[in-house]
């Protein structure tokens, strides 16, 4: 097992005054088989007048915050202690044919468990995409064990796109990363999972941090990465496109998703603002002793 500390911080400068804020923040780390949140705690600054919490429909904590007061700026710090087991297994299981479950996706009944089936089906970030599925395809001939496909194809995803920072943005389309070729981990996560999609494959979208002060490429905010359904025997495998590895004790998942918009860190409405600017700060420092 191994401890991290964890740190987020968002700041947002206005170039006018806000009378009301309200976002929804999704920045906790998650409770979950092999991830144990310890302590963590959320520093607001101006502090908001309510603060609610409740989980999404996928299961994500949720902070709901008001802020009534008129600000020129507004901060959010998380500072979190999480512990996190590697998985069961020293080498990955190869799974089924990758055909058995695309199938069992297509058959009368529903997958164990069955909130697996809505991620079979294209949305809004991660739609339905003929070159991304084509490109997909290649990894997944008849009979491949779906693991193994996987990891051909996040192998592939890595040696063929270009990590290139400030390419691109939240609104850029799978369509345009499959023809630039280049983008940050959130592009790559989008364009795996319409392949992925596009086979029958039941994929969502993981927010998260990743281990800091190493060469993995997006662990300098939060990163993006892709969980594969792999059978009722095999569950739900992790893998990193970005930096071209199955997830193991090194990532941190916060939400998980269909895509991006299901997960963003922080978002919301104001009034008043006019033009802003942010900055985001992630740090996750491996504890002594872990």
Not at 58 to 71: L, T
Not at 228 to 247: A, K, M, Q, R, S
Request: with cysteine; aromatic share 8%.
């Amino acid at each position: 097992m191994t401890r991290y500390a964890v740190r987020h911080e968002t700041h947002y400068a206005y170039g006018a005054t806000v009378d009301l804020g309200f976002h929804m923040l999704r920045m906790t780390p998650m409770e979950g088989e092999r991830q144990h949140l310890i302590a963590h705690q959320l520093e607001m600054l101006p502090r908001p007048l309510r603060v609610s919490a409740f989980r999404d429909h996928f299961g994500n904590g949720v902070h709901h915050v008001a802020v009534e007061s008129p600000h020129d700026n507004f901060s959010v710090v998380l500072s979190a202690t999480v512990d996190v087991e590697p998985p069961a297994w020293s080498e990955p299981p190869t799974g089924p044919a990758w055909e058995d479950v695309r199938e069992s996706m297509r058959a009368d009944g529903f997958p164990k468990p069955p909130e697996v089936a809505e991620f079979v089906e294209p949305s809004p970030l991660a739609p339905l995409d003929h070159a991304a599925t084509d490109y997909a395809r290649i990894s997944f001939p008849e009979n491949q064990p779906v693991v193994t496909g996987a990891l051909d194809l996040m192998g592939r995803v890595h040696a063929d796109f270009t990590y290139a920072p400030g390419a691109t943005d939240v609104s850029t389309s799978v369509a345009e990363v499959m023809t630039s070729r280049r983008g940050v981990c959130q592009d790559f996560a989008h364009t795996m999972i319409a392949g992925l999609r596009g086979l029958g494959l039941p994929a969502r979208y993981v927010s998260g941090y990743l281990r800091t002060g190493n060469s993995f490429r997006g662990g300098d905010a939060s990163h993006a990465w892709v969980s594969l359904w792999c059978g009722d025997e095999v569950g739900w495998i992790e893998l990193d496109p970005t930096n071209n590895f199955l997830v193991r004790d090194g990532h941190i998942a916060v939400a998980y998703g269909r895509d991006f918009s299901d997960v963003t860190p922080m978002r919301g409405v104001i009034l008043g603002g006019g033009r802003h600017s942010h900055t985001v700060a992630v740090s996750v420092a491996q504890l002594a002793g872990t």
